[in-house]
Antibody, heavy 120, light 110 residues
Framework: QVQLQESGPGLVKPSETLSLTCTVS?????????WGWIRQPPGKGLEWIGS???????YYNPSLKSRVTISVDTSKNQFSLKLSSVTAADTAVYYC?????????????WGQGTLVTVSS | QSVLTQPPSVSAAPGQKVTISCSGS????????VSWYQQLPGTAPKLLIY???KRPSGIPDRFSGSKSGTSATLGITGLQTGDEADYYC???????????FGGGTKLTVL
């Protein structure tokens, strides 16, 4: 059974960089698939942040691209998200998920999500 | 303002059928596959439908998906109280070069 688990600080100060890691179990990232990050502000809908292939190829939400970096560490079976220059608008539950393929392929396995609050 | 438009809420009685619409354009739904997700309160989204009308293993056939032109529809028959959740459609937008989601629809089973 594929399982994903997000980890990282739950509180980040404005203007700083948000950093999260997703640890995958039950499947080897190096075997394939894309791996993505999606966020959900409190009481609002889903927003795709970006996705990465096991080879390191990435594609990002154009509206966040200038602030986002997604990387993969196949040796640890993890992938990570960095979002720079955060503001209160970046407060959200952040989910990591497996994506069957690139572009509009569905996200078939999701982590439980982690709430990140941006506040001083 | 979401690229894909969904009704904010729908409701129906237990045992009845409900449909949830997702409206887009030729740059997204019109030329790409649509997925549907169910988000029960306090939990992560779960994939219900992919490639417009396919169900992952374990999803009951009470859930169905269809697409026509630039709109997609999720259907749920034999409604149960456990189906109360938020439902989201998602697809690729070729103009934006990104994954887009609808704003979500809250289903209430009266």
């Amino acid at each position: 059974q594929v399982q994903l688990q997000e980890s990282g600080p739950g509180l980040v100060k404005p203007s700083e960089t948000l950093s999260l890691t997703c640890t995958v179990s039950g499947y080897s990232i190096s075997s394939g698939y894309y791996w993505g990050w999606i966020r959900q502000p409190p009481g609002k809908g889903l927003e795709w942040i970006g996705s990465i292939y096991h080879s390191g190829s990435t594609y990002y939400n154009p509206s966040l691209k200038s602030r986002v970096t997604i990387s993969v560490d196949t040796s640890k079976n993890q992938f990570s998200l960095k979002l720079s220059s955060v503001t209160a608008a970046d407060t959200a539950v952040y989910y990591c998920a497996r994506q069957e393929g690139g572009s509009g392929s569905p996200f078939d396995y999701w982590g439980q999500g982690t709430l990140v609050t941006v506040s001083s | 303002q979401s690229v894909l438009t969904q009704p904010p809420s729908v409701s129906a009685a237990p045992g009845q059928k409900v449909t949830i619409s997702c409206s887009g354009s030729s740059s997204n739904i019109g030329n790409n596959y649509v997925s549907w997700y169910q988000q029960l309160p306090g939990t992560a989204p779960k994939l219900l439908i992919y490639e417009n009308n396919k169900r992952p293993s374990g999803i009951p056939d009470r859930f169905s998906g269809s697409k026509s032109g630039t709109s997609a529809t999720l259907g749920i028959t034999g409604l149960q109280t456990g189906d109360e959740a938020d439902y989201y459609c998602g697809t690729w937008d070729s103009s934006l070069s990104g994954v887009v989601f609808g704003g979500g629809t809250k289903l209430t089973v009266l």
